[in-house]
């Protein structure tokens, strides 16, 4: 079994990193990631804040037992599946295409993990 050299295989990942549409298409995921990811996290340090400088408002009941913290907690965990759906659709529509389309024209053979554990 021969393997290709090592430095083939350098040299074709720098051609695909050095590639116009390789790095349109990290522009494109960042200009996704980096804005939601600093939205959530300064969402989640506004509950974690509340919940240490603003008790009285953290415990101020709601329905019944519910206070306010309960809601925000839970609001924490619905924000993170809005979001990882919002992503899966974004990666669909912005970040697949254009891998598949980078990955197809430099001849790169790529199988999704299911089929690389099979």
Not at 44 to 53: Q, R
Not at 59 to 69: D, M, P, Q, R, S
Request: with cysteine.
């Amino acid at each position: 079994m021969d393997s290709p050299p090592i430095t083939t295989a350098a040299t074709d990942v720098q051609l695909i990193d050095d590639s116009e549409e390789f790095r349109a298409l990290r522009r494109s995921f960042r200009s996704f990631a980096f804005p939601v990811t600093i939205g959530f996290v300064l969402w989640y340090l506004l509950y974690v804040l509340l919940s240490c400088y603003a008790p009285g408002l953290m415990g101020t009941k709601v329905l019944g037992h519910v206070n306010v913290a309960l809601v925000l907690g839970l609001l924490q965990f619905a924000t993170t599946f809005v979001i990882a759906g919002w992503y899966a659709r974004y990666a669909d529509r912005r970040i697949d295409p254009p891998a598949a389309a980078i990955r197809e024209a430099h001849g790169a053979v790529v199988h999704a993990p299911r089929e690389a554990a099979e």
